[in-house]
């Protein structure tokens, strides 16, 4: 699996946008980005995930740069309860059956 | 998402007992189950792989005689921690996937600690 390099911590403020980067120059062609979180002493929690395309779901929206070698995960509207340990992983095509690697994340923390 | 449960959310054992964990997955058949270890402060780590009626197949490092997985059927997962030692005392999280799935869901997590 390529590697991912995240920031190790962000603030934002409660109610705004949260734009989380994540650099992976050396993904490949057939890897997808990933993105978890976990809420402290909790499990982590998946997010989304894309391909090529920018993608969104009723949690986040995913953009990826046109040549893939990195992305940001945005929350629309952050909320305290978006304080959380974010993940980024690159990984093959999900129809394998290899568990992810997780690296150090990036802790957001929202501000009130 | 999915739901995955475990039972326990928190043992704590005496040095030299076994301690058994649950993992189920309650509205779907997860064809493969993932089991993980988070030391404080510290990321989480893959311990074993595990699909429905097969052996599992552990990490580098990891004892698969002291860490013993069954998964039994679709939807439950077992992890035994045999003859456990205070170093054993940690995060441990299980995770499932129905097939063809990209996403794993992840159960809360149980907390093991070791006297």
């Known amino acids: 699996d390529a590697k991912t390099t995240q920031p190790p911590s962000m603030d934002c403020a409660e109610g705004r946008a949260a734009n989380l980067p994540c650099n992976h120059s050396t993904i490949s062609g057939n890897e997808y980005v990933y993105w978890y979180r976990q809420i402290h002493s909790q499990g982590p929690q998946y997010i989304i995930h894309?391909?090529?395309n920018n993608e969104t779901n009723e949690m986040a929206s995913l953009i990826i740069t046109e040549d893939r070698k990195s992305s940001t995960l945005i929350l629309p509207h952050a909320t305290l309860r978006d304080t959380a340990v974010y993940y980024c992983?690159?990984?093959?095509?999900?129809?394998?059956?290899?568990?992810?690697?997780f690296g150090k994340g990036t802790h957001l923390i929202i501000q009130p | 998402g999915a739901v995955v449960s475990q039972h326990p959310s928190r043992v704590i054992c005496k040095s030299g007992t076994s301690v058994k964990i649950e993992c189920r997955s309650l509205?779907?058949?997860?064809?493969?189950m993932f089991w993980y270890r988070q030391f404080p402060k510290k990321s989480l780590m893959l311990m074993a792989t595990?699909?429905?009626?097969?052996?599992?197949?552990?990490e580098q490092g990891v004892e698969k005689d002291k860490f013993l997985i069954n998964h039994a059927s679709l939807t439950l997962s077992t992890l035994t921690v045999t003859s456990a030692h205070p170093e054993d005392s940690s995060f441990y999280i299980c995770?499932?996937?129905?097939?063809?799935?990209?996403?794993?869901?992840f159960g809360p997590g149980t907390r093991l600690t070791v006297l």
């Open positions: 992983i690159v990984r093959a095509s999900g129809g394998g059956a290899d568990g992810l690697t």
């Open positions: 509205d779907f058949q997860a064809t493969t």
């Open positions: 995770s499932a996937r129905g097939a063809g799935w990209h996403e794993q869901f």
């Open positions: 894309g391909l090529k």
């Open positions: 595990s699909n429905e009626g097969s052996k599992a197949t552990y």
